[in-house]
């Protein structure tokens, strides 16, 4: 205490203490923002919106020369639909195929030249518990990024061609990607359930190339034929059953075996070398 003109004071120090800011490497929330805005950037591009006098919906580019993957429902029973690109580029796309046996996948092709094309792979790496994400559109939101999880894998015959998410995607999303962490398209996705929450599904990516000749024709895809219903394996895991098994393949050397009236068929290719195999 001190006196100043007979009055007295007292000097009371305040201290204040500033947050110590974290360096980016040993911030785990921050290296997880930054990948995840890396992984948008990347797929965003790619993704179109699709729009009839019905509806909208989500599409991605699977060739550099304009051809679209969707889904049958959000193209609708037309042969035409308007198409958005990412830079607000506005065009007319043209239905050219749509999948047989009632699969919930069809092809449009739109006049872009150079088009974002987003990779192929890792579909068959899919387990529950699996990260995966989505960029497509809804009503009020466009060009919408959204996370999950694969929640379960279901079963067709022997084939496994669809899997449950729990990205929390809404109406408008239909026709768009599902990519793993890496950025890999894995499926496409698909309706979900009604007065169901963030349960929602996706058709593999393997099971769209297989199911459209256009786009097989323009894929970097390994082609196996085998007898009607033979499970056909590749590199140990389950691809897919006769008479025909279509997948993206990385290059390099790949081992195929199926089983055939009892007798195990077992054969070593290089790809690309070669990309059509025959069991017999």
């Known amino acids: 205490m001190f ?75 037309g042969n035409l639909v308007d198409v958005v690109l990412h830079d607000g580029t506005r065009l007319q796309g043209t239905v050219v195929e749509r999948a047989p046996e009632k699969l919930d996948l069809a092809l449009v092709q739109v006049e872009a030249a150079k088009a974002p094309v987003l990779p192929v792979g890792g579909m068959f790496d899919l ?14 939101g466009i060009w919408t990024f959204n996370t999950g999880m694969v929640s379960n894998i279901y079963p067709a015959g022997s084939e496994r061609p669809v899997f449950q998410t729990q990205i929390p995607l809404n109406p408008g999303s239909s026709g768009g990607p599902i990519v793993d962490r890496l ?19 996706g058709i593999r990516m393997d099971v769209a190339i297989r199911s459209l000749r256009k786009l097989a024709d323009i894929s970097d895809v390994l082609t ?16 897919g059953t006769g008479p025909r ?9 790949h081992e195929i075996f199926a089983v055939i009236g009892g ?6 290719i290089r790809y690309p070398e070669r990309r059509l195999v025959e069991l017999k």
Do not use: Y
């Open 263 to 268: 007798k195990m068929k077992k054969i070593k």
């Open 127 to 140: 387990l529950v518990g699996s990260w995966v994400a989505s960029v497509g559109h809804n009503r009020g």
């Open 3 to 77: 006196r100043i003109r007979n009055q007295a004071f007292w000097i009371v120090a305040v201290v204040v203490v500033l947050p110590v800011a974290v360096a980016a490497g040993d911030d785990p929330l921050f290296a997880l923002e930054k990948k995840q805005q890396a992984l948008f950037e990347r797929v965003a591009p790619s993704v179109v919106f699709i729009s009839n006098p019905h509806g909208l919906g989500s599409g991605f580019f699977v060739s550099r020369n304009g051809l679209v993957l969707t889904n049958q429902h959000v193209v609708g029973k």
């Open 245 to 253: 098994v279509v997948i993206p393949a990385d290059p390099g050397t």
């Open 183 to 201: 950025g890999r398209v894995v499926g496409v996705v698909t309706a979900g359930l009604v007065d169901s929450n963030s349960i929602n599904f």
């Open 224 to 239: 196996i034929t085998a007898p009607k219903g033979v499970a056909v394996f590749v590199d140990g895991k389950m691809a």
